[in-house]
């Protein structure tokens, strides 16, 4: 079982397969979103200390690269077991650290379970090709190419508060097939539940070195690691103006980025709109939004719009609100901050004509579930990412208005399509600039095999399962040649 007696609540981070203390004698307080309680305190490390880490994991990966791939595969059946074992204990830190609802929280677990089992054996089967040289023009049967992929080294792995464990283990477990050690570096709310997930591959006897931890805050240290020249892989999920930044400082350095979205569902006049309005509130409203895959606008034509409203405000008026551990599914926001942002994109659009359907009830840092009508694209909420439970209804004259204004986005994560004419559903498909298009269902990552991808401000590089074990290796070409 996981180790939860931490003396007065202080979380060391995992280095060489040891918890220690930052000597920098420095701790941040890890306040819950819901009741202002501590949850912990966590590790701001030095730069000094980042080097010694890195140091370490780059001496870690000459043996883990080495260790057979079935070996490697069985610790992580292994840590998936373990983390199974325990969904009770870390759903509950998952609600009082990033308040998260408890059904989300139990489904968080169970997922970054079966991803990690299904990564284990899907680097079983990761292999390489031999190739002939006579096939092109001009050569004959004197050589071949032997093709192997080979780990890069040392991946350094960024992830977000809204899914601390999966998004974690959706960048370590890939990169520990590939035979990469990894350096996490959790979000600064969400590190206990990220080390947590640390010492779970530890406990299922990953080797010393092979995975370390490195809390502390991203305006102080991020810089410093993501420029370091023994990092060869960057793997980072967050907001796009800080993934820029990275992409910017990092040169030449391969990554891995998701970033933000402006998730559209379209619906058109022959949708049903039963099934329509209880996905879009499911993929909108769904841990109150903070989800970079969530239903973000909808673009509906006219001559359905005002049913289509009625539906959603039904749907909305079942969701319950407030604390994450009664049962509920619109918790408090991540902290006030974020809070006021949304505040400031419902304030926008109602000073500039939108009509208020239901919601704009705010109590700290808990906004209600809020649905405004009649959104115009000089409305900032028709343009930038909330993050929070607040849907703009945008009415459109047909298909082609649709498409344009879904296009228009600087963002390009996913979209949605709602129709019963299957063709309709493919041309707009095909039309969209974005990494996936869903036909009637909600915007969703998932499952976890399948390839995941933003375009534009969205991101970069393609997740899955086996796009992420190739993302994080690359090919080694042997020739041999020979007399014939």
């Known amino acids: 079982m996981i180790d939860n007696n931490h003396i007065d609540k202080v979380y060391g981070n995992l280095v060489n397969g040891e918890w220690v203390l ?32 890195i140091a370490n994991s ?11 791939v079935s070996e490697r595969a069985k610790i992580l059946s292994k840590a998936a077991d373990i983390l199974e074992d325990n969904i009770e204990f ?17 489904s968080e677990i169970r997922r970054t379970a079966d991803f990690i089992r299904f990564t284990a054996n899907e680097g079983m089967h990761i292999q390489g090709e031999t190739i002939g040289a006579d096939n092109f023009p001009g050569y004959k049967k004197n050589k071949i190419s032997f093709v192997t ?18 998004l974690s283990a959706s960048k370590i477990a890939p990169a520990l097939m590939a035979g990469n050690s990894v350096i996490l570096k959790p979000p ?43 990092i060869n892989f960057i793997n980072f999920t967050g907001s796009t103006n800080v993934g820029k930044h990275i992409a910017k400082i990092a040169e030449m350095v391969p990554m891995m980025m998701e970033l933000g979205g402006k998730d559209a569902a379209i619906v058109l006049a022959d949708a049903d709109l039963k099934m329509t309005a209880k996905n879009i509130v499911a993929g909108a409203y769904s841990y109150s939004g903070q989800r970079c895959t969530a239903v973000k606008r909808v673009l509906v034509v006219n001559e359905i719009a005002d049913e289509l409203v009625k539906m959603i405000k039904s749907e909305i008026n079942q969701l319950k609100v407030g604390n994450p551990a009664n049962g509920i599914q619109i918790t408090p926001l991540i902290n006030i901050e974020a809070a006021d942002f949304v505040q400031e994109l419902i304030d926008d659009a109602i000073a500039k004509g939108a009509k208020l359907i239901t919601g704009n009830i705010r109590e700290g840092n808990l906004i209600y579930p809020t649905l405004l009508d009649h959104i115009t694209t000089d409305m900032r909420i028709a343009w930038e990412e909330p993050f929070g439970p607040v849907l703009p209804i945008i009415r459109v004259n047909d298909i082609e208005e649709a ?35 869903q036909i009637n269902n909600k915007t969703e990552r998932g499952p976890d095999h399948f390839p995941f991808l933003g375009v534009k401000s969205s991101g970069m590089g393609t997740q899955g399962i086996r796009y992420s074990i190739e993302a ?13």
């Open 149 to 166: 992929r080979v780990p890069l080294g040392i991946v350094l792995a960024i992830s977000p508060f809204n899914y601390p464990i999966n």
């Open 90 to 106: 870390l759903s509950k830190i998952l609600e009082v650290e990033i308040a998260k609802d408890t059904d989300s929280a139990i």
């Open 22 to 53: 930052s000597k920098s004698n420095q701790t941040f307080d890890i306040i819950s979103p819901v009741d202002r309680s501590l949850v912990g305190k966590i590790q701001l490390i030095s730069k000094n200390e980042i080097d010694n880490i």
């Open 58 to 68: 780059k001496e870690a990966q000459k043996s883990w690269k080495d260790t057979p």
């Open 188 to 230: 600064t709310q969400g590190s206990i539940s990220a080390l947590y997930l640390a010492q779970v591959f530890h406990i299922a006897g990953l080797p010393k070195g092979v995975l370390n931890t490195v809390t502390g805050k991203g305006s102080e240290i991020g810089d410093y690691l993501i420029s370091h020249p023994d």
């Open 472 to 484: 994080m290796s690359r090919p080694k070409a042997i020739v041999l040649n020979f007399d014939i």
């Open 403 to 437: 498409i344009l204004i879904a296009n228009k986005s600087e963002y390009g994560l996913q979209s949605s399509v709602f129709t019963q004419n299957i063709n309709n559903a493919f041309m707009i498909a095909s039309k969209l600039e974005v990494g996936t298009v």
